[in-house]
């Protein structure tokens, strides 16, 4: 937002038995890692951020959030389950309820659908709300990748992550608010649209802040129930 502004173990355990439950642990970080639920190393090892992931996902699908690789989490990622996999594990912060539009996918998503002015305004003002939370994985959840992104030109998920962090760290306290809802415009590719509008913004750090208009310009793909930015650039707006 604004980038113009500023941007242990069980007792006897085998060696086998270590081997498979970190492969289990990279297989289970690989496949949230494509849900963009996760972002830290496919290393093997279990982290309150990778808990945190996978609490994120089974409130998602519905299961009982435990921040473990129970049976319904293993198959419904598709990975083979290893026994005390997160039961020993250090615990993680408790996760924010989530927006309420749009959730996001725990799957991959169906085929485009047509793209209505009123899914589009639950989307903006979803990305808005979002754009004041500390959660990372829930800002960076509405691109496509590689996205043309601000002034930066096309870039992939890694860089928006950290520049997303970078901001955050720079911005603590972020307010935005939409001025009208969004004008869309055709983009003349198929499933794909582009989307106008404008939000005042303040932002907030331990020494100074920042506030003002902006004008945002997206083109935005349909995936499945979902949308998402595949270019994003801004205009800072004059103070009236």
Same mark, same amino acid.
């Given at each position: 937002?604004?980038?113009?502004?500023?941007?242990?173990?069980?007792?006897?355990?085998?060696?086998?038995?270590?081997?498979?439950?970190?492969?289990?642990?990279?297989?289970?970080?690989?496949?949230?890692?494509?849900?963009?639920?996760? @972002?830290?190393?496919?290393?093997?090892?279990?982290?309150?951020?990778?808990?945190?992931?996978?609490?994120?996902?089974?409130?998602?699908?519905?299961?009982?959030?435990?921040?473990?690789?129970?049976?319904?989490?293993?198959a419904?990622?598709?990975?083979?389950?290893?026994?005390?996999?997160?039961?020993?594990?250090?615990?993680?912060?408790?996760?924010?309820?989530?927006?309420?539009?749009?959730?996001?996918?725990?799957?991959?998503?169906?085929?485009?659908?047509?793209?209505?002015?009123?899914?589009?305004n639950?989307?903006?003002?979803?990305y808005?709300?979002?754009?004041?939370?500390?959660?990372?994985?829930?800002?960076?959840w509405?691109?496509? @990748?590689?996205?043309?992104?601000?002034?930066?030109?096309?870039?992939?998920?890694?860089?928006?992550?950290? &520049?997303?962090?970078?901001?955050?760290?720079?911005?603590?306290?972020?307010?935005?608010?939409?001025?009208?809802?969004?004008?869309?415009?055709?983009?003349?590719?198929?499933?794909?649209?582009?989307?106008? @509008?404008?939000?005042?913004?303040?932002?907030?750090?331990?020494?100074?802040?920042a506030?003002?208009?902006?004008?945002?310009?997206?083109?935005?793909?349909?995936?499945?129930? &979902?949308?998402?930015?595949?270019?994003?650039?801004?205009?800072?707006?004059?103070?009236?």
């Amino acid at each position: 937002m604004i980038r113009t502004v500023v941007c242990l173990c069980v007792a006897l355990i085998t060696t086998a038995i270590v081997v498979h439950a970190d492969e289990t642990i990279r297989q289970v970080q690989e496949e949230l890692r494509k849900r963009n639920l996760y @972002f830290g190393d496919f290393d093997g090892q279990s982290t309150p951020e990778l808990i945190g992931a996978l609490k994120r996902y089974q409130k998602r699908k519905g299961f009982e959030v435990t921040g473990a690789v129970d049976a319904d989490t293993a198959a419904s990622l598709h990975v083979q389950s290893a026994v005390a996999f997160t039961e020993k594990s250090p615990p993680a912060p408790d996760e924010p309820d989530l927006p309420i539009v749009p959730e996001p996918p725990a799957e991959s998503p169906a085929p485009s659908q047509d793209i209505s002015q009123d899914r589009v305004n639950k989307f903006v003002e979803a990305y808005l709300h979002n754009g004041e939370s500390k959660d990372v994985c829930l800002q960076v959840w509405f691109y496509a @990748f590689p996205v043309a992104y601000f002034q930066y030109g096309l870039v992939d998920q890694d860089f928006v992550v950290k &520049d997303t962090k970078s901001y955050l760290r720079a911005w603590p306290e972020r307010k935005y608010t939409l001025s009208a809802p969004a004008t869309l415009i055709a983009s003349g590719n198929e499933g794909e649209i582009k989307i106008e @509008f404008s939000i005042s913004y303040k932002v907030r750090n331990h020494t100074q802040t920042a506030s003002g208009k902006a004008k945002y310009f997206w083109t935005v793909r349909s995936e499945g129930d &979902d949308l998402k930015i595949v270019a994003i650039r801004e205009q800072l707006l004059p103070n009236k």
